[in-house]
Each structure stands twice: as C-alpha cells, then as structure tokens.
C-alpha cells in the first residue's frame, strides 16, 4: 500500500521491492518433524536494501522533521473539551487536540498519567488486550541449508508466533543470514534466557531440522528483545483480540484525545505497518472533521 501512504504513483518505481515465488520452500515445525511444502499464493513482497523504516525516512519524514521534538517523553496528560495539556520532565505543551500514538503496552502499564482517567470503556479495552511478547534474532551461515520459511506450530495458537526466514532472500547479497521472528509466550521464553543459553537451543533445533548443518556453518547472530524496550515493551497485541475490543482502542475521547498506531484501528486489522499509517489517516481526518 505504499503509493496510498504518500499518493504518488511513482513511488513503486523508486522503491526496490521483491517477490516471492509460488515454488518457493515453505516448511512447518511440528512435534520435532519438518513438514515440507511452498508458498503457492502467497504474494507479500520485501524491500530490497531497505525497510519501512528507509521508506519513511525517504518519503515521511523531510516534511515534518523539523516538527519533531525527540528525547522528551510525556509522562501525563491533562485534558477538557477545550484544551490539552501535555507535561514531560522538561516543559508543557497546550493543544486544542491531540493524537497519541504511544504503544498500547505504555497506556496498559500507566507510563503516563491521564487526567482525569480515561472513560471506562477506554480503560476496559486496553485491560482486555493483550501485548505480545516481541524477540528477534538473525544468524550467519556460511551457507544456506534453509528454505524461505519455517512456521513453528504453537498450541494453543493464541500463545503466539515462531517463525524462521530467510533474511537475505532476495537481497543484493552474497551472505546467508536466518532471521528468527516470535511474539507472545515463545518470545517471552526466548528473552529470559541468557545469549549463549539462546544461542545453544536455537542452534539445537536447527541441527535436529537439518541434520547437524546449523552449528557446522555457525558464523555469529545478534538478538533484540523488544519487551525489553522502554518505549515499545512488546511487540503488538495479539492476534486473537477481539475486533469490537480493538475498534474501542481507536475510540477519541472528548473529541480531544485521539490514538493512532498499529492497535488503534477500526477492527477490521491490526499489527501491522500498513495497519499503523491507514490508522493515523483515519485519525486526522476525524480530528479534522470535529
């Protein structure tokens, strides 16, 4: 979607992307057997050299950076139907309104007060959903042994997601890396233990996936956690929170407060970039109209 995010057609033509194939490998993880299959339909695309982030650096961000105020976090919010007052260690802020796109984990947890509270369905949306867990890990190889993707199945499925991919799919690039993406529990299990502990089990499945080749073409990895962020605590809620639940997240309050971001939206979907920019569009144009 990312002529919509910036309405211009030409984009697409400036952004390298790349796709994947019907015949591409795809695998399930599953009791300790490697279920072999391909992607078939499925068509979601990467950038190459470049991510989200490198888009929106691109294309977002030259036409309000000089707006953007960083290292100043808020940490409470007074507000009526007239006036916003927004308080940070350092200084205030007023505003006759404002969209907050603080992650849902930030508002579950109280990082910042509000003034008065948030009206109960608010506050009863945020307690009923759940922020997943978020760890991330990419290991070299000094050759691939892999396929494009590996799913884990996870029971009960709301626990969360494990998958495996091939990170250099695609890419300019002649070095084999496996990127480890998990949320939820799996994630949370992954966090707590200590890098070679990590480095040890992940190692461990993939020997017994591919017969010894993981630790054999072992070059080096790294890992973020980001629960373990203090700005994110998590990843995103998770995928089984229930549409009505969600939609109440995006709800402003007074026509004064209004929330943007990946768990802001109307319902439909959520977790995702896309979700994250068509939310803040819906929000401005709501801002705007009242």
Not at 99 to 118: A, D, G, M, R
Not at 164 to 179: C, K, M, N, P, T
Not at 244 to 259: D, M
């Amino acid at each position: 979607p990312i002529c919509q995010m910036v309405h211009d057609e030409q984009v697409l033509t400036e952004t390298k992307t790349v796709g994947y194939s019907p015949d591409d490998e795809y695998n399930i993880w599953y009791n300790g057997k490697l279920v072999r299959g391909t992607l078939n339909t499925f068509n979601y695309k990467k950038f190459i050299g470049s991510s989200w982030l490198g888009f929106f650096e691109n294309y977002i961000i030259p036409s309000v950076e000089h707006r953007i105020q960083y290292n100043t976090p808020i940490t409470s919010v007074t507000y009526s139907a007239d006036e916003v007052l927004l308080a940070s260690e350092t200084q205030n802020f007023i505003a006759d309104k404002v969209i907050l796109t603080c992650p849902v984990s930030l508002l579950k947890n109280n990082e910042i007060q509000f003034n008065p509270p948030l009206p109960k369905a608010k506050q009863e949306a945020l307690d009923k959903v759940t922020m997943w867990d978020g760890f991330k890990a990419f290991f070299e190889f000094e050759q691939k042994f892999y396929p494009a993707f590996i799913d884990y199945v996870i029971r009960p499925e709301t626990d969360g997601q494990v998958s495996l991919y091939d990170a250099s799919w695609g890419q300019e690039s002649d070095r084999h890396v496996l990127g480890l993406f998990s949320v939820g529990k799996p994630a949370e299990a992954y966090r707590n233990l200590d890098d070679t502990a990590f480095k040890k089990r992940l190692l461990t499945e993939l020997d017994v996936m591919f017969e010894g080749q993981a630790t054999k073409h072992y070059i080096k990895h790294i890992t973020h956690s980001w629960s373990s962020e203090a700005y994110a605590q998590g990843a995103y809620i998770s995928d089984y929170a229930k549409p009505k639940t969600v939609s109440r997240l995006q709800k402003p309050v007074k026509n004064t407060l209004y929330f943007a971001g990946d768990a802001y939206t109307n319902g439909l979907d959520w977790g995702n970039v896309h979700n994250a920019v068509q939310s803040a569009s819906e929000s401005v144009l709501n801002l705007l109209n009242h």
